[in-house]
């Protein structure tokens, strides 16, 4: 493995590496021939890692995958540390498949966006659940309250994200006046495609963004300090190893049950 530019200023500055016997530094010049050893004490490469402590609500799981609920408020992954993939493998039991290995969410939810998150637990399973993705074989629907009084009871929302052709469909559950936002939503969605933001673009995109959201809202109609009302309800799919068709729900959080009944 080669190291890092960074590894390697760790190690001239700890003296870790010699040139024919001498600490070395960046202004050590190399005319060729030399005996170059780099040595690292065992205590540095033993140091025990930080382990991120943050319970998670496992919906579904077995040998291959897992369901589990995503909360608001946390990454699914990324170089932060505290991400939902590095607190798969408290929560999770670890596979006994032969190729096991550290549980992997194959899909994103976004920060604020709450519900259900499908996760590989074998290096085959992984593989697999991306290609179901890739081949839309896995039906997604979400929940999103909506603001402003909506022009059809359902609909198809067509558009390019990212230069890339989109499709949405949706449907009105339930409709209630407000006095702040004239009437607020609660749509059913089904995406077609799986684009960053999709859903909260195309809904924007007709006049009715989703409640909370701060990066497509309408400016003087932005609900600040409880999160984004955008929930992912349910997956469904054939279980690529056993065959068996999972169809689960992850129930709508209290505070959509707060607005509708």
Known sequence: MIPTKSALKKALKKNYITVNEKPASTATFINGGEIIILSIPKDENNKPKRELIFA????FEDEYLAIIHKPAGILVSGNAFKTVANALPQNLKPSNLEDATIPQ????LDYGTTGALLVGKTASSIRVLNKLFEDKEIDKTYYAVTIGK???????IISEVDGKESQS????????????????????????????HQLRIHLASIGNPILGDAAYG???LILNGKGIYL???????????????????????????????
Not at 177 to 194: A, D, I
């Open 231 to 261: 929930h992912a309800f349910s997956l469904q799919f054939f279980h690529p190893f056993t065959k068996e068709k999972i169809y689960l729900k992850d129930e709508l959080p209290q505070k959509f049950l707060k607005i509708f009944n």
């Open 218 to 220: 309408i400016e003087n």
């Open 105 to 108: 969410p194959v899909h994103r």
């Open 56 to 59: 998670l609500k496992v919906l």
């Open 150 to 156: 909506m022009k059809e009871l359902e609909g198809i």
């Open 169 to 196: 469909n949706y449907k009105i559950i339930e409709s209630v006046k407000s006095e702040r936002f004239e009437f607020l939503n609660l749509v059913k969605l089904y995406p077609k495609t799986g684009r960053r």
